[in-house]
């Protein structure tokens, strides 16, 4: 059984009852809603033994633009709220439940799989809050999968390059295709089913721990 965990305002629901799954409402920024959550959650499936980090966002802004505007602090905090801290306060709560369940052969209570962006690693002009984000869920990796060994719980985070999702969705075919570019082999856009596949594979494979995984075709992004 699946739960998804989103804002009201998202299209969860809808996939939930595509699913068979459970749809429970949250503000990942909103440690109280969060910690609600994951209880409903672990309510409805009778415990949580995997877990998947995707919620983000990546509003792009220059540190000082042509006009002297400067990138809003606020704007910044948001990111970091959301794609960071948001990641980590989820993975703090569903890690404490969890450590109540009982442990497999090789010792495995759970998994965490959180999603960073090769952007982490090379940020594009704009994204000094997105890169900053997805730069610590990346380096919290190691961390959190060496401070929740003692409970057997693995952490693992997949860093995807550019992949089909409704954002991209609705750029028109010259862009999409001058995004896929950036691909060395395949030249085409990340497939939401290599995703997913790569992730039941971190699920899975219980030697596979602490780990950032790229899913990116080669790409390495320039400044623009």
């Known amino acids: 059984t699946v739960t998804i965990l989103d804002l009201p305002s998202s299209h969860g629901a809808e996939v939930a009852e595509q699913i068979s799954g459970h749809f429970v409402t949250a503000d990942v920024t909103v440690t109280a809603e969060v910690a609600a959550a994951v209880e409903a959650a ?4 009778g415990g949580i033994h995997l877990c998947l980090n995707a919620a983000g966002i990546a509003p792009a802004h220059r540190v000082v633009t042509r006009t002297g505007e400067l990138f809003p602090l606020d704007l ?52 000094a809050a997105y890169s900053a984000s997805k730069g610590g869920v990346a380096a919290m990796t190691l961390p959190l999968a060496r401070d929740l060994a003692s409970y057997g719980i693995r952490v693992n985070t997949i860093s995807p390059g550019i992949m089909e999702t409704p954002m991209i969705g609705g750029m028109t075919d010259e862009v999409r295709e001058s995004l896929a570019q950036v691909h060395v082999f395949p030249k085409r856009l990340g497939r939401p089913a290599e995703f997913a596949a790569l992730c039941q594979h971190l699920f899975e494979n219980t030697l596979i721990n602490g780990e950032t995984v790229r899913l990116d075709a080669a790409a390495r992004m320039g400044p623009r």
């Open 42 to 45: 672990a309510g409805a499936m």
């Open 76 to 127: 910044y905090e948001k990111v970091l709220r959301v794609n960071l801290i948001g990641t980590f306060d989820v993975t703090r709560h569903v890690a404490k439940r969890m450590a109540d369940n009982k442990p497999n052969d090789d010792g495995e209570r759970g998994a965490i799989v959180n999603v960073a962006s090769i952007a982490a690693t090379e940020g594009q002009i704009g994204q």
